[in-house]
């Protein structure tokens, strides 16, 4: 069983607000990169590193133990995440450590979870 939608029935176009939302509204190159964006959320694994990543700097070794995961699984996605800006790393000796890019990317996947949550 669907619930209906509450529709307009009338035929007024609003000109006043098609015009200001009009100007409001990003350009499509910044929309595609953003669709592009919030992809990298749509996958639990990432989900999890990013969460994992929030809370403490790790190498692939560290995250593929906390996740029960093999390496090569791990350095795959966290590939995804570098080449989306999600995360960082930094090479000390022979050991790489990832880390969140900005404080944002947990912030969004907060809001997310919040609003989730909430319902």
């Not at 593929?64 to 960082?88: N, P, Y």
Request: proline fraction near 2%; aromatic fraction near 8%.
């Amino acid at each position: 069983m669907t619930k209906d939608i509450p529709v307009c029935n009338c035929n007024e176009i609003h000109e006043d607000v098609l015009k200001n939302v009009k100007n409001d509204l990003p350009k499509d190159n910044c929309l595609l990169s953003l669709a592009d964006f919030f992809k990298v959320f749509g996958d639990s694994t990432r989900i999890k590193i990013i969460y994992a990543l929030y809370e403490s700097e790790m190498c692939v070794c560290d995250i593929a133990e906390l996740l029960d995961m093999t390496q090569s699984a791990i350095s795959h996605q966290l590939r995804t995440l570098k080449d989306k800006g999600v995360v960082k790393y930094r090479k000390e000796g022979r050991t790489v450590f990832y880390s969140l890019d900005d404080e944002h990317i947990y912030e969004i996947l907060n809001s997310g979870l919040t609003h989730i949550c909430h319902k």
